[in-house]
């Protein structure tokens, strides 16, 4: 079994379509839901759902050893970032190179980088006037949103909607590709 861990910081509705679309799979489970946010409604998710979850400081992600034990201990052998805030250490990020990954909603490297998340996106892609957009799920490098892009999904912006129908149909999406790219990359690892 390839147990997955889940990094998330807010209400965790990507966490919940990945944990759905994994059960009952034969080789690929989330086993670990982690969030820096102990308040934050993924927490929630994770009780209903049956999963695992460990709420963490920034001393447990950057000081000691408690996130890594963590991971050590449940066997983790993939990281998905789904609306995780804080940037993640380099020395993690080397013991599972290519073996974590992120979503971003929108087309980077356009609206990336520190403080670009959630609906602040969704809301400057319609200021500038933006005829589409989209998804981009990526490795995770020590930079916010700079990893090598895996894959990327656009959407046409219709006249007359606003960051509501942006966040919505790149939602949409986010449901849709994350956990196939997911399994296709643990199954391209095989399956043992």
Partial sequence: MKNIAIFA???????????HYFQGHKYIKVALILSNKPDAYV????????VSCM??????????NNVRQALLNYDIRFIVLAGFLWLVPSDLIRSYRNR???IHPALLPDYGGKGMYGDRIHRRI???????????????NENYDEGQ???????????GEGPEDIARKAHELEYREYPRVIEQLLSEEGSG
Avoid: C, W
């Avoid at 709420?55 to 000691?64: A, H, I, P, Q, V």
């Avoid at 200021?127 to 995770?140: F, L, P």
């Fill in 9 to 19: 910081s807010g209400t965790g509705t990507n966490a919940e379509n990945i944990v």
């Fill in 43 to 50: 927490v929630q998710r994770a009780k209903e759902l049956g």
């Fill in 55 to 64: 709420t963490f400081s920034k001393e447990d992600l950057y000081g000691n």
């Fill in 100 to 102: 974590m990954i992120n």
């Fill in 126 to 140: 319609y200021e500038n006037g933006d005829r589409e957009s989209g998804i981009t799920i990526h490795y995770v």
């Fill in 149 to 159: 892009i895996i894959r990327q999904v656009r959407f046409k912006i219709e006249p």
